[in-house]
């Protein structure tokens, strides 16, 4: 938001439309991404009451819902009336049609709920909240395993149109491995992805698991990626979204059928 307000600062009353879009579009985009960011922590407080009874992780995401909405009136404010308030953001029947502002009401009304829920709460039992407050603090205990699974992999970036595609990996973590999913679809925006659970083979650590032939269209290529956790709850998807693009694009071998490519 600091760069953002340097433009504005430095381009004065010479402003385009084109400059004033794209310095809105910047700030919707900045205050989601902060909304998020405070959300995630709400959320994962919130669990941990849920878990451990402690009213001291409310608190926590009580805060943290709060800056959470803060940021989402920033971003209204920022969209003001530039955008149409019926945004086609998805399916109208998903509810992913209109504007951010009819968002608030709701997630006002959520925020209002907890300190009524604060109130109303009788712990069942005193409980021992060292764990709770640990995580809380971001501070793993001695000896905790806090790393996700290792996955090694050779991306399949070739295969035959209509016929089974194996995925194959190599798992490994020291407190074992909980999950490994296999999540894949037509390169087609309007496609869900499906999912398999990558079972044990006869090699140590290695998990497979085989996409159906007519799962394999040959209009389209193929996309995929994969989902690991292990038995504490780390996790982490392949390909890595921190370094790489998150999935890996199969491209078909097929006949006279054209090649789309569609995201």
């Known amino acids: 938001m600091s760069l953002v307000g340097e433009a504005e600062k430095r381009v004065g009353k010479d402003r385009s439309k084109e400059f004033n879009s794209t310095m809105v579009d910047l700030k919707i985009l900045a205050n989601l991404a902060l909304y998020h960011s405070r959300r995630i922590h709400a959320g ?32 209204v404010a920022a969209a003001g009336d530039v955008y149409n308030d019926d945004l086609m953001m998805g399916l109208p029947s998903a509810g992913l049609s209109g504007h ?48 996700p699974p290792t996955l090694r992999h050779q991306p399949v970036t070739s295969a035959p149109a209509e016929k089974p595609l194996t995925i194959t990996a190599v798992v490994q973590d020291k407190s074992g491995v909980k999950a490994v999913r296999l999540r894949y679809r037509s390169v ?24 159906p032939a007519e799962h ?12 690991v956790i292990d038995n504490r709850g780390n996790g982490k998807i392949y390909p890595d979204p921190e370094k790489e693009t998150p999935y890996v694009v199969v491209r078909l071998q097929r006949g006279n059928v054209p090649n789309r490519t569609r995201r």
């Open 44 to 75: 994962l407080s919130y669990a941990l009451f849920k878990q451990a009874q402690d009213v001291a992780a409310l608190d926590d995401a009580i805060a943290h819902e709060a800056q959470a909405i803060q940021a989402w009136e920033q971003l």
């Open 100 to 147: 951010w502002k009819d968002e608030l009401g709701a997630l006002k009304k959520g925020l209002n709920a907890l300190p009524q829920e604060r109130e109303n709460f009788r712990p069942a039992s005193t409980q021992n909240n060292a764990s709770v407050a640990r995580l809380l603090n971001r501070q793993p205990a001695p000896g905790d395993d806090d790393e």
């Open 216 to 227: 394999v269209v040959p209009q389209w290529d193929l996309m995929y990626f994969i989902e």
């Open 188 to 211: 087609n925006q309007y496609q869900d992805f499906r999912t398999l659970e990558m079972r044990p083979m006869g090699k140590k650590d290695e998990y497979q698991a085989i996409i």
